[in-house]
């Protein structure tokens, strides 16, 4: 394979801020070695090298890449992480869900060592903070597939080009699109999803002595935490740290999140368990920018005015300017609105 980046000049001699961020993209990413030839496009001056090479395929924007294989056909990329991903990260494997297959444990971080890296992480972007958890955790990192953030998270894993570990809680209440979506991503990335069930045993008990729909009368803290809570603790239990796509606008409770903390909610693993958001300066709006430049795949019901998506009794579409949360428990009171999958001891 042989790649040729094409960088625009500007007339005032400058490269193009975008052609300048996407080389330090893969400087950051250590693939700039694979790039073989780099030819310049200059403004004012349709016989540069580049701008040929523009006129040629039909190219009006730089960076662009031009990848040519063994046998001589070319493949155009205008956008530089569809580049990385279809051509640069596509032979990494990812890694199987099984606790098994787990790498070595990283050394436990020092509360002041995580603070260092929060101050460090500050303005890196997702993708960045991405790397950096899954060059610690690497197969030992998982991501919790439930939203459409979530899914983000698995296209940067999935650019990042390391393993990476992929779970979802099957409550057993999800919306049958919501099945059908979990699949549509299991074959999109290639990437294996361990689906993870409640305990039978105080499943049946709570059905029994109080039917299927009790959440509407007594909240959602005792079914949630037989069918999401404990799963999850018992799914992270395989793991050194996971990844998820909390935002700080998402709700009252997520306003102070970080970039990377202790998961002091997982029983047994406290302390051990670490946490990265890289999503959490983001709001909504840069979540859906991002599905739609890079083709990420979502769940339908979003087309149907559904914005956080939970179990079916749980979620109704959101109206017309309520808050994106409001569709989620929408009979109690909005600060009671998480189901204890990110509620720490510290507040986070
Ligand atoms: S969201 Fe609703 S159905 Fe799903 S676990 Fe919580 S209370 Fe139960």
């Known amino acids: 394979m042989h790649v040729t980046m094409v960088k625009k000049r500007l007339e005032n001699g400058n490269a193009c801020e975008k052609c300048v961020q996407a080389e330090e993209l893969l400087k950051a990413r250590g693939l700039w070695e694979r790039i073989h030839e780099v030819l310049w ?25 031009v990848v040519r294989d063994e046998l001589g056909t070319e493949r155009i990329y205008r956008s530089v992480l569809k580049f990385i991903r279809e051509c640069l990260t596509a032979a990494v494997e990812p890694a199987s869900v099984k606790a098994g297959s787990v790498a070595s444990v990283p050394e436990p971080l020092s ?18 903070v991405m790397d950096w958890a899954l060059q ?17 998270l698995i296209d940067m894993a999935k650019q990042s080009g390391r393993p990476f570990s992929v779970f979802c809680l099957d409550t057993g209440r999800l919306h049958p699109e919501t099945y059908e979506f979990i699949d549509r991503v299991r074959s999109h990335y290639g990437t294996p999803i361990e689906l993870v069930s ?28 037989i069918r999401k809570v404990e799963p999850l603790r018992r799914a992270l239990g395989q793991f050194h740290g996971w990844i998820t796509g909390q935002r700080r606008d998402q709700s009252p409770t997520r306003r102070d999140v970080p970039r990377v903390q202790w998961d002091t909610n997982q029983g047994e693993k406290e302390g051990s368990l670490l946490k990265v958001n890289p999503l959490v300066h983001w709001s909504l709006s840069d979540v859906w920018a991002y599905i739609r430049e890079y083709g990420v795949p979502y769940n339908p019901l979003h087309d149907r005015g559904f914005v956080s998506i939970g179990c079916a009794p749980c979620t109704r579409a959101a109206r017309p300017g309520e808050h994106e949360r409001a569709g989620r428990w929408w009979w109690e009171d909005a600060t009671r609105r998480e189901c204890g999958l990110h509620l720490g001891r510290h507040g986070h």
């Open 198 to 225: 409640p305990d039978p045993v105080p499943l049946q008990a709570l059905v029994k002595a109080k039917g299927l729909f009790s959440f509407y009368e007594d909240g959602h803290e005792e079914c949630c935490s």
């Open 41 to 65: 496009a200059v403004e004012g001056e349709p016989n540069s090298p580049g701008m040929v090479l523009a006129e040629k395929n039909g190219v009006l924007t730089a960076p662009f890449f």
């Open 111 to 128: 509360v002041d060592e995580l603070a260092q890296i929060e101050r460090e992480l500050e303005d890196s972007s997702p993708q960045q």
């Open 136 to 152: 610690r955790l690497g197969a030992n990192g998982a991501i919790a597939f439930s939203g459409a953030e979530d899914v983000v």
